[in-house]
C-alpha cells in the first residue's frame, strides 16, 4: 500500500500570497494532522481532522486554515504568507483518533522570499 | 509549560556499537511516546512506540526504555549501521478533547563513524 503521499514536493512563494497544500492519507486512515517543521527543529502541531471535522488545533494563527474531504485527504492553507511560514509542512495519517500511531509523509518544502 | 525535550542535540558512535538516545519529558499525564527517525529531506519514519503501562518494549534492533520516576526515556540502536545515520525524535502523543497530538522534541543527530 501507498504511505502518504504530499504535494507539490517544494514551493516557492512571495510575502504576502497564500499556498494550498495537499495530502492523502494512507488507504483505510480517517485521520490526518498537519505538522509545520522549522529547519533545526521539530515537528509543531497545527491540526488535526477526523472524518471531515477539526479535532484538534495548535498555536498557529489564523493565516492557517484547513480541511478534509470525503475521500480523507486533507488540504491546507495559508494566507498572507510571512517569511516565517518557510518551513517543511508535514502531513500525518492515522486509522482513527483512537488510534495514536500517526505516519508521516515526505512532506512540502515551502520557501517565502 | 509541558515539553519534550533533548540531552544531547547530537551523538556520534562507531558503526556496530551500540547507540542510546535519550529523552525527557514533563508531563506527568502523557500515556504514550513514540520515537521517530528523519533522514535528511525525509519526512519522521515510525521506529517504535510504547505505553505508559510499560517500561521496556523491543524491536528489530530497537528498545524503548521508559522510567516514569524520572520522566525519562531511552532509545537503544543495537549495533548500529550507517544507515541508522539519521534525526531522531521522541514524541508525546497528548489527548486533547477528542483529538490526540504529538508533541515532539528537537531531535538528536546521530553519526555512525565507519
Known amino acids: 500500500d501507498a504511505g502518504v503521499t504530499q504535494s507539490p514536493t517544494h514551493l516557492i512563494k512571495t510575502r504576502g500570497q497564500h499556498v494550498t497544500l495537499r495530502c492523502s492519507p494512507i488507504s483505510g486512515h480517517k485521520s490526518v494532522s498537519w505538522y509545520q517543521q522549522v529547519l533545526g527543529q521539530g515537528p509543531q502541531f497545527i491540526f488535526q481532522?477526523?472524518?471531515?471535522?477539526?479535532?484538534g488545533r495548535g498555536n498557529f494563527p489564523d493565516r492557517f486554515s484547513a480541511r478534509q474531504f470525503p475521500n480523507y485527504s486533507s488540504e491546507l492553507n495559508v494566507n498572507a504568507l510571512l517569511l516565517g511560514d518557510s518551513a517543511l509542512y508535514l502531513c500525518?495519517?492515522?486509522?482513527?483518533?483512537?488510534?495514536?500511531?500517526?505516519?508521516f509523509g515526505p512532506g512540502t518544502r515551502l520557501l517565502v522570499l | 509549560g509541558e515539553s519534550v525535550g533533548l540531552h544531547l542535540p547530537t551523538l556520534s558512535v562507531q558503526e556496530g556499537d551500540n547507540s542510546i538516545i535519550n529523552c525527557a519529558y514533563s508531563?506527568?499525564?502523557?500515556?504514550?511516546f513514540i520515537w521517530y527517525k528523519q533522514e535528511s529531506g525525509k519526512g519522521p519514519q515510525f521506529i517504535i512506540d510504547?505505553?505508559?503501562?510499560?517500561d521496556k518494549r523491543q524491536g528489530q534492533r530497537v528498545t524503548v526504555l521508559l522510567n516514569k520516576t524520572v520522566k525519562h526515556l531511552s532509545l537503544q540502536i543495537a549495533a548500529t549501521q550507517p544507515g541508522d545515520s539519521a534525526v531522531y525524535f521522541c514524541a508525546e502523543n497528548i489527548l486533547g478533547g477528542s483529538a490526540r497530538q504529538l508533541t515532539f522534541g528537537s531531535g538528536t543527530q546521530l553519526t555512525v563513524l565507519p
Open positions: 510504547i505505553r505508559s503501562n510499560m
Open positions: 481532522y477526523y472524518e471531515k471535522e477539526e479535532r
Open positions: 508531563n506527568s499525564a502523557s500515556d504514550y
Open positions: 500525518a495519517s492515522s486509522r482513527g483518533l483512537a488510534q495514536e500511531t500517526q505516519y
